[in-house]
């Protein structure tokens, strides 16, 4: 089975360009995050859904980042305009909220620089 | 201040070793995950512990929750190149079952 994808992998970009990052759930799951990777802060949850609900938002740094989940099988994170301090590791998990573990399964990872 | 502190922050051992990771939190742990991960990957999940005073073991890592439910230690036994990685701890500190926070990670080396 597959799991989650993101795309892209890596994503090498200037100050004040537009990003999209991009992300496919296990299938089946109902609840996918969006965390950050720095060395100096770790992985921090940015937002999170729940049925494709936004449902807990407080991680996003700022207005210049959006999340959108329009179906059960694709959610995106935006970042316009990207700022250098925006560079980072952006994992995407998805997992089955209603028993079980609650296992989170992440992705590879997008890999952003902004110069 | 973070909410999940691990310690080490990094560990360099000699192959055959033993050595543990903690992670404590000043909050109930309703849910206590580990993960690893690799250099340029994702998280691989290792155990889930939920009961205080719960133990689970996996080839030869051992992972603990204490009776408060506020710590965790992840034992590896004989460590082995293979071993090599970032462990984070991840926690349910909410009590909503909803989301995970995760503490900044171990670096593990393990040399020959």
């Known amino acids: 089975d597959a799991g989650v994808i993101q795309s892209p992998r890596h994503e090498v ?37 729940n049925n494709n609900v936004p449902i807990d938002d407080s991680g996003m740094p700022e207005d210049r980042f959006s999340a959108k989940m329009p179906n059960a099988s694709f959610s995106t994170l935006k970042i316009q305009p990207s700022e250098p301090r925006d560079s980072a590791v952006y994992f995407c998990a998805s997992s089955f909220s209603g028993g079980g573990t609650g296992e989170l399964f992440f992705g590879e990872g997008s890999r952003l620089t902004v110069l | 201040s973070q909410e999940l502190e691990q310690s080490p922050q990094s560990l360099i051992v000699q192959e055959g070793k033993n050595l543990t990771i903690n992670c404590t939190s000043s909050k109930t742990l309703y849910g206590l995950y580990w993960y690893k991960q690799k250099y340029g990957e994702g998280l691989i999940f290792l155990m889930m512990l939920q009961k205080g005073g719960e133990e689970k073991s996996h080839e030869k890592i051992t992972a603990k929750l204490d009776e408060k439910k506020q710590q965790s230690s992840l034992h590896i036994t004989a460590s082995q190149p293979s071993h090599a990685g970032i462990y984070l701890c991840g926690a349910d500190i909410s009590g909503t079952a909803s989301k995970l926070t995760f503490g900044t990670g171990t670096r593990l080396q393990v040399t020959l």
């Not at chain 1, 990003?19 to 949850?45: A, D």
Request: proline share 3%; hydrophobic share 40%.
């Open chain 1, 13 to 49: 970009t200037e100050m004040g360009q537009e990003v999209t990052l991009r992300c496919k759930p296990i299938s089946g799951h109902n609840s996918l995050f969006w965390y950050r990777q720095t060395m100096m802060r770790g992985l921090e949850l940015l937002i999170y859904f």
